[in-house]
């Protein structure tokens, strides 16, 4: 499998990642030899094999769907690079 | 009397029972040694007030009678734990500033148990990578570097992703040093740096505030300087959690107990499959040796057949990016962490991911996002999840003929900062023989058996049945016992 430059930069902004165009060629080999040492699970018969979904032998546990906690506002958004009252801010969204 | 940092936790926690020193002093003495490995770039973050506050609060508890079963002694955390007040960098440039509001479970319990920190220790960013050279923080160098500090005639490496956890212990800086190991990240610098880390089974420690990578995979563990210690340390960090969907509501053994150094019986599976092209001669021979050891104390080597061990890698290439790409989607530059302004909010988010990860980061994001994108998402990732089972399968099929198996840790010794950089595929290399662990979600463990002719050290693999973490321990041990390595790294504190 081999990835051109358009096709890295379309995968970079996917992943909300600002790549320099300089640096998409290098990228693209680097994630073509990735993808092409992959390429060699096509060698198993996987015919009826379910795919793994738990490695643990245990369905997920549930709980009431109810508020056990809270009230940290100040606590959750101490992190945030820009904050105003109980908000995070980000650039304007909508005209 | 022993120097106070070259004490085991076993032994440490003797001398303090016996009023030998004090907490205060184990911790004073500790806080020297992460002055001293300074060179090596060990410690993103040191706490020598946190751990001699911590020291004292252990002297009054031992004074009132009320020691838990690791107070007073000092280890690091891997800085993929979340401490509550402490900077957490995950070795990445994105987390910038972060100090968690909350405590991670596994450190919680450890301080629950008594223990006290030093700091927090280098990894690869977000753990990915098997050196410890990735992160925004710089390289780690592994403490067994020949030559005088700052002036190594070669600058090995600590192994990845728990390198400093590795290098600290052998460093003699720290008792003992929290991991995690997605495909190899505890083991595999354990190996490298001759100390003893376990992957515990998938669900034992709880993953809550553990920066999380691939989260199907990823587990933590203790790291010590032996298999006592790994037992005492283990211990602690195990446990129910309900805060961790995936944290198994089981006991938690005593797994000191289990050190009983008899093996007598024990079948030992040996997978013909881990012989792989490019084996170092001494590997194989180490691992024969140890074949040898368990048979000297009555366990019987059987072999065994892990037919899609080769598929492994490939695999795990597939499952942690795309797992990675997921998790990773948090950093937005928004709640936590590095922002770089752009025009528009999605301009934020790509100026901000594109400063802040690192090249191994991106790679890995972008491959996960491909292998989960329209159109490819049944051809890699469903396939990889399918080959994942069958790998399991493997696993399930060999322990109705074996206990424990028995594997080197890595094929090679540790190498230097500079070599096998070029190609990330052979980087990737380095954890063949621990990656199908993690997918099979197995408890396995590295101990260390001896050096190389580089004069470096090798380490053995324990693998065993999901939640036998006890027999693991036993062969473990004797197989440290048979060993008898001792000797030290060229630079200790």
């Not at chain 2, 491909?370 to 089972?389: C, E, H, I, M, P």
Request: charged fraction near 20%; aromatic fraction near 8%; charge should be negative.
């Amino acid at each position: 499998m081999s990835l051109d430059k358009a096709t890295v930069a379309k995968i970079a902004h996917l992943a909300r990642i600002k790549v320099p165009d300089g640096e998409l060629e290098s990228l693209a080999g680097e994630l073509s030899q990735i993808l092409t040492f992959v390429e060699q699970l096509n060698e198993v018969d996987t015919k009826d094999v379910p795919p793994m979904t738990s490695v643990a032998a245990q369905k997920l546990r549930r709980r009431k769907d109810a508020v056990t906690d809270g009230g940290y506002a100040p606590q959750v958004l101490s992190n945030g690079p820009e904050t105003a009252e109980s908000f995070y801010v980000v650039p304007k969204v909508v005209e | 009397m022993t120097a106070l940092t070259h004490l085991t936790m076993a032994g440490a926690l003797d001398g303090l029972a016996k009023k030998e020193f004090t907490a205060v002093e184990l911790a004073e003495a500790h806080v020297r040694a992460v002055e001293a490995v300074r060179p090596f770039n060990i410690f993103i973050t040191e706490t020598p007030d946190a751990a001699l506050a911590m020291a004292k609060a252990s002297d009054e508890r031992r004074a009132r009678g009320e020691a838990g079963p690791m107070d007073g002694l000092p280890i690091a955390v891997k800085d993929l734990f979340c401490t509550k007040g402490v900077a957490t960098t995950a070795g990445s440039h994105i987390l910038d500033g972060f100090k968690p509001e909350y405590e991670s479970t596994v450190t919680s319990q450890l301080w629950r148990d008594g223990a006290v920190m030093l700091g927090k220790v280098n990894l690869d960013e977000f753990a990915m990578g098997s050196a410890t050279i990735t992160a925004h923080q710089g390289e780690t160098v592994s403490p067994w570097s020949p030559g005088a500090p700052g002036a190594w005639e070669r600058r090995i490496v600590a192994g990845g992703s728990s390198g400093g956890s590795a290098a600290v212990i052998a460093a003699r800086a720290a008792l003992g040093a929290t991991g995690t190991d997605t495909g190899g990240s505890i083991r595999q610098p354990a190996g490298y740096t001759g100390t003893v880390g376990i992957k515990p089974t998938y669900g034992r420690c709880s993953r809550w505030g553990i920066v999380a990578y691939a989260s199907s995979l990823d587990q933590a563990g203790p790291m010590t300087r032996t298999v006592e210690d790994a037992a005492i340390m283990l211990r602690s960090m195990c446990g129910f959690d309900p805060k961790d969907s995936t944290s198994v509501d089981m006991a938690v053994p005593d797994f000191r107990a289990a050190l009983t150094g008899d093996i007598r019986g024990l079948r030992v599976g040996i997978p013909k499959e881990y012989r792989v092209e490019g084996l170092s001669a001494e590997i194989d021979a180490l691992w024969n040796q140890g074949i040898e050891w368990l048979k000297e104390a009555g366990a019987v080597p059987v072999e065994i057949s892990l037919p899609h061990t080769k598929y492994a890698l490939a695999a795990y290439y597939i499952i942690a990016p795309a797992e990675a790409s997921s998790n990773l989607a948090r950093y937005d530059g928004v709640r936590y962490g590095l922002r770089v302004e752009g025009g528009s909010l999605s301009e934020m988010y790509e100026n901000t991911r594109g400063a802040g990860f690192g090249s191994e980061v991106r790679r890995r994001i972008l491959v996960g996002t491909y292998v989960l994108s329209a159109g490819y998402y049944d051809a890699y990732y469903n396939k990889a999840r399918q080959v994942r089972t069958r790998i399991k399968w493997d696993f399930d099929e060999a322990f109705k003929s074996c206990d424990v198996i028995l594997t080197p840790t890595a094929p090679s010794t540790p190498f230097a900062i500079g070599e096998k950089m070029d190609d990330p595929v052979q980087m990737y290399l380095n954890d063949v023989f621990t990656v199908p662990i993690n997918l099979a979600g197995l408890p396995a463990m590295s101990v260390p058996a001896g050096l190389g002719a580089d004069g470096l050290p090798l380490g053995l693999q324990l693998i065993g049945r999901p939640f036998d973490e006890e027999t693991l321990l036993r062969v473990g041990q004797v197989v440290e016992k048979a060993a008898n390595v001792t000797a030290l790294p060229p630079f200790v504190a």
